[in-house]
Each structure stands twice: as C-alpha cells, then as structure tokens.
C-alpha cells in the first residue's frame, strides 16, 4: 500500500531560520564581512574556488559566510552559481612562462636563473601557535628590495634542451570539458588534467601520498613550483583581437620522475603537472603526483593494480560536490524504500522461523 | 574617426579590465560627463573558461571558469565601445565601454591623462610592490668555510 505524506514544511521553514541565526552567531560579536574573509581567509578562499571551478574572490569568500565555513558546502554554492552564467568563451592557454612570480622554488637545482624565491609560505615556520595573534592589531613591515625584472625560466627547460625529459609539445586542439560533456572513460589527459584541477584537496593529497609510499611509485622531484600572477587573454570577436581580460593567481608545479626508457624511446625524465587557482601548494603537488602515476599506460609502464593508476577509481571518486551529494542523500527520507525492506525482513524471518518449529518438535 | 592603431586600443582595454574594483568608475566620473549613448548590448554577467597547457607547453585543457562582466554601446556621434572587465563589475565595465568609445574622439587626449595613466600607475604601485617584498625573500646562498686548511 503507498500512503501519501505531506508535512514538515512548517519544520524546514523554522531549521532554517534557525540555521541563520546560528550562523550569524553571538549578535554581540562583530558580523565577519565578504572583505575579511577575501583578505584574511585568502587560502580558504582559493580553495573553493579551484574546487568551485569559478574564480571569483568576492563569491568565494561570500559562499564561505553562507556556508559557515564549510568549504564543501561553499564549493557546491559556487558550482550551483556557475551553472547559471553565460559562458562568453575560452580564453588562450595562459602562459606561466610569464607569471609574475611571488613565489619560485625548485628542489631540483639550486642555482638557477630566476632564483629561488620563497614568497609568503608557512615552509620553515616552527608551527607553534602565536598568542599575539589573539590579543588584537599587529602591523608588520615586510622588508624589501629592488626588484630586478628578468625572466623566469621553467626548470623543464633547461633539461628539455639537453633532451633528458619528455617534451610536452605545444598543440592547439580544442580540450575535452567536463561541464558540457560527462567525463567519460577512458579520459586523455587534458581532461584528467581539468577534474583534477577542480578535485578535492583531501582527496588527491590521499591519492598522491599513497604513490609516495609504494602504490605506483614514481619517484617525483618537485622540479618546480610557482605561485604568482597571470593575465588571461581572450580573443573578441567584435574587436577581431584579442586583450586581457583579467589577472588570476595560480600555483603551478611541475614534477621531474624517474624513467628508465621504452623500446621506442632513449632513458629520460618523464613530467607531472598539477596548475589550480589560488595559492594552493599542496593541492597543486598532490594533482601533478596523480596526473602522473595516471600516465602509466602512454608511457608504457606497467600497471601495479595501484588506486594511483586507475583513472575510473581516481576521476570517479575527486569531485567532491559528487560524492558529497551522493553521500548526504542517504539520510533524506526513505521512508518507502525502508517499508519494503522491513516488510521483506519479516517475511523472511516468518518463514525461518515456521521451519525451525517443526524441526523443534521432532 | 581618428586611425587607432590595435595595439594601442588593445593596451587600454586590457588595463581596464584588470583594474581594481570601482577604480576605472571613480576616476571617469571625476574626468568627464557621461556622453549620450545607445546600448547595443547592457552589462551582463558571464564566464571565461580559462585554459592552460600540459606541462606549461603542452597541449591546452580548461582550467576552470572566471568572472567577466561585458556590454557595448555606441555614442550618440557614433563611436562604438566595447566594456570588458574581470569579475562581477556592471558600473566598470560601462565605464570601460565608455573610456573605449570616447577614446576614439577628440577626448582621447584628456581620457588618456586623467583617467588611464593614472590607472596604469595604480595598477604598476600595486605589481612593483609584490615584486619588491617577492625579491626580498630571494635566497642568496653562500658556502660556509670549510675546515680542512
């Protein structure tokens, strides 16, 4: 029998007033604004918008407020957000080459043109909570100095001229986009490299440190990574050229891995690239780990059976409004669903039993 | 119509979309009134997917999206000017399409003055400064005396 059932309108109605008042919190605390959160959450605020997909800090740090500082949650109000735009175009590959870099580092090579630049980090800090920040106001001086303006030459550069990494040669095909197309298996790389780039942080960082420690190892050197400032230029069609149509951040790392050649190809370094939005180290080494533990199969390496290695497994499980929304819908009414279930857990029960009584009277 | 050269109008174009919040408007506003004009097409929010490449050389793949703001119009003397600008910004990118028109008349030469230089110099205080406190946590290795003579 299905019995409809109405009701609980009145319930939401009020959790959800509620919600808002236990979001704003104690009234005689000062309400935390967009500006605040933009300026001094920065890192919050670039992780929901590379999860988000959508560069926009203002948004970014508006969906933070909203969700109370669930960054999961401000994720999905960013998605949701973006469906909503019109898509004006693509813009040209951004040219990192060319980033004004505030931050520049390389394991690899200590000497090297450009330096080593370490840029607002927490590396080499003692990580021992700093009460002053508790008692209120500081004002720091940041020291500083002539900025000599030079290029900035990618590491896989230099090894690439003398040909002992993988060339990555320039293409102008049009990529594959997952928020017009369903991912769909088996992913080329640009592809992996665009779900990556939007996965979850924890997510990746897992998949990464799991290649780390033995499940498809790939030996990774942080050849380098960059932080800084970007242009993002468009062509116009009404213009009929192109111009820049804004700045973004991103952080940008490049791995150098272990390679003992092919048939088909000499002894060389082969390349893992992680580029997400925002400073965002960590989430940008743990993507350019798994891109390249996935690239197994072009480069000819054998396949361990490591989660690392399973493209399905990996770009599947990353994206975590997916998960997330699959996860939480388990606790939304099943009532019908639950009502068979009991119904046939009785029935069987009932049979179980009425063998067992004869059996028992024997 | 004057001649205007593409690079030139490429390179204020490009200014104005990244400048700061509110700072292309304010300075507008305080240069010149606001010309009779049509739109051709009202401001309106969008989004840019942004591309990088594989390997920063590679083939290209989508990034994610970005925020742009854009609109049209055309001065009640003719001159069509095109508004684009980073971000959710209805007020900039009006003024950029204006700035972009008028600077296709006799105007140009005071827009220039007073409202795109001092623009480029906001935005050039801004950039040298990072770079300043950038170059300033540059690692300047030394090797330390060894103790073998």
Not at chain 1, 135 to 142: C, L, M, P, Q, W
Not at chain 1, 251 to 272: A, H, I, M, W
């Amino acid at each position: 029998m299905y019995v409809a059932v109405k009701g609980g309108e009145r319930a939401i109605e009020n959790a959800h007033a509620w919600l808002a008042e236990e979001r704003r919190g104690d009234t005689s605390v000062e309400e935390l604004s967009i500006a605040q959160i933009r300026e001094q959450l920065k890192l919050a605020v670039n992780r929901v918008m590379a999860e988000g997909s959508l560069y926009d800090p203002d948004l970014a740090a508006l969906a933070i407020k909203q969700a109370r500082g669930d960054l999961i949650e401000a994720i999905f109000l960013i998605r949701a957000y973006r469906t909503t735009l019109p898509r004006f175009g693509s813009s040209n590959p951004i040219e990192t080459s060319e980033m004004d870099c505030e931050r520049r580092i390389s394991a690899t090579f200590k000497d090297l043109p450009g330096g080593q630049v370490l840029g607002p980090t927490f590396d080499y800090t003692h990580r021992l909570l700093d009460f002053k920040l508790a008692a209120d106001g500081e004002t720091i001086e940041v020291p500083e100095r002539d900025a000599v303006p030079e290029t900035v030459p990618h590491v896989t550069e230099f090894l690439n001229k003398e040909g002992l990494i993988q060339d990555e040669a320039a293409s102008e095909d049009t990529p594959p986009d997952l928020t017009r197309e369903p991912l769909e298996l088996p992913a080329d790389r640009a592809l992996r490299l665009q779900s990556l780039a939007r996965a979850d942080e924890g997510f990746t960082l897992g998949m990464a440190y799991s290649t780390q420690r033995g499940y498809g190892r790939t030996h990774a050197f942080v050849g380098e990574l960059r932080i800084g400032a970007v242009s993002v230029e468009m062509d116009i069609p009404e213009l009929g050229f192109a111009i820049d149509l804004g700045e973004i951040t991103v952080t940008e790392c490049e791995t150098v891995n272990q390679f003992t050649g092919s048939k088909t190809e000499p002894p060389q370094f082969t390349r893992g690239y992680g580029l997400v939005f925002g400073q965002s180290e960590r989430k940008s080494i743990s993507m350019s780990l798994v891109d390249r533990a996935l690239r197994w199969e072009e480069l000819g390496e054998d396949n361990v059976g490591a989660p690392a290695q399973d493209a399905e497994f990996v770009l599947y499980h990353g994206d975590n409004i997916q998960a997330t929304g699959f996860l939480e819908h388990i606790k939304l009414p099943h009532y019908v669903d639950f009502q068979s279930e009991l119904e046939l857990i009785r029935k069987l029960r009932r049979e179980a039993m009425e063998r067992a009584v004869p059996e028992a009277a024997e | 119509m004057q001649e205007i050269q593409q690079k030139e109008r490429k390179a204020w174009l490009s200014l104005m979309a990244t400048s700061p919040d509110g700072a292309l408007t304010k300075l507008f506003a305080q240069t010149a009134e606001t010309p009779a004009f049509d739109w051709l097409r009202p401001p309106e929010i969008g989004s840019v997917m942004v591309r990088g490449r594989t390997g920063a050389t590679g083939a290209p793949f989508n990034l994610g999206e970005m925020t742009v703001t854009r609109c049209s119009l055309k001065l009640s003397t003719g001159e069509v000017g095109h508004g684009y600008v980073q971000g959710r910004r209805k007020e900039d990118a009006e003024s950029a399409a204006l700035v972009d028109a008028l600077m296709q008349t006799e105007a140009a030469t005071e827009l220039q003055a007073a409202v795109l230089s001092p623009l480029s110099q906001q935005v050039a205080d801004t950039k040298s400064a990072r770079a300043r406190k950038a170059a300033s946590t540059k690692v300047d290795f030394f090797t330390m005396a060894r103790g073998e003579d």
